[in-house]
């Protein structure tokens, strides 16, 4: 159990989870991970039977990685200790984790919500899309991604290899059990109101995101490499179709004006692929890929020499063109001319000039990420 100032409800916690161990002859223990409670957590948890762990690096996932590591078990339960969460629930998960299961989850919405438990924007928005957007991204077939109580083996645990701080630890570990096919089970479980009398320490819209975030992280194809193909697909294929002349599709008719917004959508969706790259190659770095993932390879193995001089071949065809238009003007003694003629030359030019040096300037800064330093 997470401590951070559960003085009103942290010892009939413990009490629960005991009671819950001894009623169906499992030998455990409650250990209790202190954040740095300042209302006399520690003692009341003690008293009540728990095993004391200090954990001093603030926040939600390392107090529930400090108290994992410091435990003793094979399996590992974890909850809240708020009084949100029916500890009497704990030989379901076990049970599920005796059949051969890595990861058993919780779920609240199958289980039931008490009255006031839950606010309707986590209710009835929050979690459902969340867990919707994990579903779709990862294939999952979790129902609720973000409920607190859940069990793993031990040897899951360290496979999953979690390294986040915060609220994502929640996330982190049902994405990490599901990119390393582990063995996933849901059990129902009840959600009841905060016993602890004061706002909770989570912060709905905050932390919401925060999820999101990370989520997205995880799926940078999504957020940036398929939006980026077709923002880049798209504009060169509307570029080339304009460059001959004007066009008419659908009774609207199409110029250098349309000609302006393809390159800047191939601009934008090269600027997209890049970040796409670079995600995949930071969660390569900081360990965020659970280990075997071949997902984000060919980031990692792209030549700096190979995309600095792709970038700079594709710049100076944007050069040559822009100076063309140059020579187009000067040919008529830099006097008034036909603008749409020009920028037909210019507008190319000018795309291509700048995805090569984006390119260029990405190559560099993929090459500072993949350094090999010291940790």
């Known amino acids: 159990m997470p401590c951070l100032n559960e003085a009103a409800t942290i010892a009939q916690c413990v009490r629960s989870a005991l009671d819950s161990l001894a009623a169906c002859g499992v030998s455990g223990e409650v250990v209790v991970a202190d954040n740095g409670s300042s209302d006399g957590s520690q003692q009341l948890a003690t008293d009540a039977g728990a095993r004391l762990v200090?954990?001093?690096?603030?926040?939600?996932?390392?107090?529930?990685?400090?108290?994992i590591r410091a435990s003793a078990g094979r399996y590992i339960v974890m909850g809240d200790a708020d009084l949100s969460y029916d500890f009497s629930h704990a030989p379901r998960f076990i049970e599920q984790l005796r059949r051969g299961n890595d990861l058993v989850m919780g779920n609240r919405f199958t289980g039931g919500v008490a009255r006031g438990a839950m606010p309707w924007k986590n209710r009835y928005i929050g979690n459902p899309i969340?867990?919707?957007?994990?579903?779709?991204?990862?294939?999952?077939?979790?129902?609720?991604?973000?409920?607190?109580?859940?069990?793993?083996?031990?040897?899951?645990?360290?496979?999953?290899?979690?390294?986040?701080?915060?609220?994502?630890?929640?996330?982190?570990?049902?994405?990490?059990?599901?990119?390393?096919?582990?063995?996933?089970?849901?059990?129902?479980?009840?959600?009841?109101?905060?016993?602890?009398?004061r706002p909770p320490h989570l912060r709905p819209w905050r932390d919401g995101w925060r999820h999101l975030r990370f989520m997205l992280l995880y799926s940078p194809n999504w957020l940036f490499l398929y939006p980026g193909m077709l923002l880049t697909l798209a504009g060169a294929a509307m570029m080339l179709w304009l460059l001959p002349g004007p066009r008419t599709l659908i009774g609207f008719g199409l110029d250098v004006h349309t000609l302006v917004f393809s390159g800047a959508a191939m601009i934008i969706g090269i600027q997209a692929i890049a970040f796409w790259a670079l995600s995949k190659t930071f969660a390569q770095r900081a360990n965020l890929l659970p280990p075997g993932d071949t997902s984000g390879q060919l980031p990692g193995h792209i030549p700096f020499e190979a995309g600095a001089t792709a970038?700079?071949?594709?710049?100076?065809?944007?050069?040559?063109?822009?100076?063309?238009?140059?020579?187009?003007?000067?040919?008529?003694?830099?006097?008034?001319?036909?603008?749409?003629?020009?920028?037909?030359?210019?507008?190319?030019?000018?795309?291509?000039?700048?995805?090569?040096?984006?390119?260029?300037?990405?190559s560099f800064f993929l090459g500072i990420l993949r350094l090999d330093l010291k940790r």
């Not at 200090?54 to 108290?67: D, F, Q, R, S, T």
């Not at 957007?133 to 999953?160: K, N, P, Q, T, V």
């Open 311 to 362: 970038g700079l071949l594709i710049a100076f065809v944007g050069l040559a063109l822009s100076i063309g238009a140059v020579v187009y003007w000067g040919e008529r003694s830099f006097g008034e001319m036909n603008p749409v003629v020009l920028l037909r030359w210019v507008i190319p030019g000018a795309t291509l000039l700048a995805i090569g040096l984006q390119l260029v300037l990405f």
């Open 130 to 197: 969340l867990s919707g957007i994990g579903r779709i991204l990862f294939g999952s077939e979790i129902g609720d991604f973000h409920c607190g109580l859940r069990a793993f083996s031990r040897e899951a645990f360290e496979r999953m290899n979690l390294t986040t701080a915060g609220m994502e630890f929640a996330s982190e570990m049902v994405i990490k059990a599901t990119l390393l096919h582990m063995r996933i089970a849901e059990v129902a479980t009840t959600l009841s109101p905060d016993g602890r009398g």
């Open 54 to 67: 200090h954990v001093e690096e603030k926040g939600y996932g390392n107090a529930l990685a400090g108290g």
